[in-house]
């Protein structure tokens, strides 16, 4: 599992003193905002502050106290460590199961394995890759079992959820 995981895009810079706006992919803003710490190019930096805005993360990063400065990271990538975020119980980073096989316990079959995640502001999907590709919810109503050992995943669909299965 890699230490380093994603956390947010640097979108834009914000002001003339180096704040830069951050587009959120944790589970939430506030996953975001309570970083001390951030990973830019493999690199820890500090963060000096940070706030909520319209949805997006200004946030003040140490080194980076000029406009230029802001501008020259624009696009980046910010990383957390996974040793910074404690997760709530049965919680998992959606990033540690992709390449997972997934089973459907109601049909009996393999569906395929997870290919990639999709948050949406409703919640995350898996995206599983088998005969078609499909878009599971990441819910407890459908997950019913992640297990790191055997590398699946098992769920409960309903019916009409996969098309041919």
Known sequence: MKQLLEAGEVINTH???GEVKVRPWCDSLSD???LKTV????????????RAHKGFAL????GIDTIEKAEAIKNSVLFLNRADVSLPEGAVFLQDIIGFSVYDERTD???GQISDTLSLPRGDLLIVQGE????????PEFIKEIDFD???VRIRTIEG???EI
Do not use: F
């Open 109 to 111: 079959r393999t569906v």
């Open 39 to 50: 990973y830019l190019a493999g690199n820890p930096v500090r963060v000096l502050s940070s």
């Open 15 to 17: 002001g003339i003193r």
């Open 161 to 163: 959820m996969l098309n």
């Open 150 to 152: 055997r590398r699946t």
């Open 132 to 139: 078609e590709e499909y878009m599971i919810p990441s819910v």
């Open 32 to 34: 975001l905002l309570r």
């Open 59 to 62: 946030m003040l990063l140490e």
